[in-house]
């Protein structure tokens, strides 16, 4: 029988505390029956109270931990088939493939090299797979300890037989590789996870999945990570999907884990198209056997895009951003904070090589005529904006004139009686900067 709302409420403090970030103990009771919360993200419920509930109150896919410290990634745990529903909350690994047989030196420099930042956040590969390509235990072991050496990321030890994983599993416990048999797992694999404490990989059908997860759990492990194989891509969107709908619809507990992903085709356009999908489809970690940044980085920007959270807008700092070093001459462009606005500004000031800087108004991460139209960025806003950043203060007398966007040209006549100084209506799109930089602003300035 489901546990409901008003079960679990009448189990909790009933304070409306709101430290479990939502507002009422009983919205927060509504949000554990719908399997979108766990009761343990309330942080005064009684012992007593999680023994009442059992499993039923757990979210119904399990959360899985790979690697161990700062560098853990924990995958799983997820409340919802569609992101808008809520949101998506553990980003999946992106892993490359690395065999014991590569030049190792020349694969961790690699992969080192597959990092960036954009949007503000620095994103890049967070998992190494690597593989007994060798047939030989101990030379996994080695090659897996010099590139946890190297690059101290969560790992995918991969061997055809329990016994090739065993000397590397035992090597690097305290690492928490993820343990993954090729068709397994077979009993040995069973046994190992079971005595080393690290999660495995279950590999196959829905169907034999289901039975060795049950098999794997009898035998006292806890964490595992399910693999459709090397299957189509149209096989490993139904695999995703079903396992995800069985989890989530109907709490089937025994299909209820995080889903490993391969990328195995040989051309690597493909290749990348293919880890783009299992991103977007519910992979949790996605594995490609290709290390060079035309075709992993678009599945970084995927992987980041589908895990941003669709009801709270992504935002940078509201401050003076200072660009190509600026001088007390240079321009002063406004706008909001909202991230795709100001990183479409950024990119054109750095393409145009001029000093500049750059305010960013806090619109609570709106674009520009959705904020005006909130009066978020307004004339107030932006001359509060002004005064707290000081900005003035580091131009010259004749520069203190702000360039806010030709989209919201009407708000300039009230800003400047407001500022007590010009205000310069600049180009409606970011595309026209550089052609603004060039023919306007120096007459504009009177330079």
């Not at 992987?303 to 003076?320: C, F, I, L, M, T």
Request: glycine fraction near 8%; hydrophobic fraction near 40%.
């Amino acid at each position: 029988m489901a546990v409901t709302g008003l079960d679990i409420y009448k189990l909790l403090p009933q304070t409306n505390c709101a430290d479990c970030g939502v507002p009422t103990c009983l919205a927060f009771a509504m949000k554990v029956a719908a399997k979108q919360a766990a009761l343990d993200d309330c942080p005064h419920v009684s012992e007593e109270s999680k023994e009442a509930l059992g499993t039923a109150s757990q979210p119904p896919q399990k959360l899985v931990t790979i690697g161990s410290g700062d560098s853990a990634l924990k995958i799983g745990n997820e409340t919802v088939m569609f992101r808008h529903e809520e949101k998506f909350h553990h980003p999946c690994g992106i892993a490359v493939l690395v065999n014991d047989t590569d030049d190792l030196d020349a694969k961790a420099a690699a992969i080192k090299n597959l990092f960036l930042e954009r949007m503000g956040q620095n994103i890049g590969v967070d998992v190494v797979a690597v593989r007994c390509g060798s047939g030989d235990g101990q030379k996994l072991k080695d090659a897996a300890m010099k590139m946890q050496a190297a690059l101290n990321l969560p790992m995918v030890l991969i061997a055809e037989s329990a016994d090739k994983l065993q000397a590397a599993a035992e090597g690097l416990a305290e690492a928490r590789p993820l343990l993954w048999e090729r068709n397994g797992p077979s009993d040995a694999l069973v046994e190992l996870g079971a005595r080393t404490g690290l999660p495995i990989v279950v590999e196959g059908d829905l169907d034999k999945c289901d039975g060795d997860v049950q098999k794997a759990r009898q035998a006292g492990i806890e964490e595992m990570v399910l693999c459709p194989g090397e299957v189509t891509p149209r096989g490993a969107l139904q695999f995703l999907t079903m396992s995800r709908r069985a989890a989530l619809k109907r709490t089937y507990r025994p299909l209820g884990y995080p889903v490993l992903a391969y990328a195995w085709s040989q051309d690597p356009v493909q290749l990348s198209l293919e880890a783009c999908h299992y991103v977007l489809k519910y992979g949790s970690i996605v594995v490609l056997d290709e290390d060079r940044p035309e075709y992993v980085l678009p599945v970084l920007v995927a992987r980041q895009s589908v895990y941003v959270d669709p009801q709270v807008p992504v935002q940078v700092e509201a401050k003076v951003h200072e660009i190509n070093e600026p001088h007390d001459k240079s321009p002063l462009l406004v706008t909001t904070n909202f991230s795709l606005t100001y990183y479409c500004v950024l990119g054109e000031v750095e393409a145009s090589r001029v000093p500049t800087r750059i305010l960013t108004v806090d619109t609570e991460g709106t674009s520009v005529l959705t904020a005006w139209a909130a009066d978020k960025f307004g004339p107030e806003q932006i001359k509060e904006a002004i005064e707290k950043s000081g900005v003035f203060d580091q131009l010259a007398e004749g520069y203190q004139k702000p360039v806010i966007p030709g989209l919201v040209a009407v708000i300039s006549g009230e800003l400047s009686e407001e500022l007590g100084r010009k205000v310069i209506v600049g180009p409606r799109e970011a595309g026209g900067i550089r052609r603004f930089f060039n023919s306007e602003w120096p007459t504009l300035v009177g330079s």
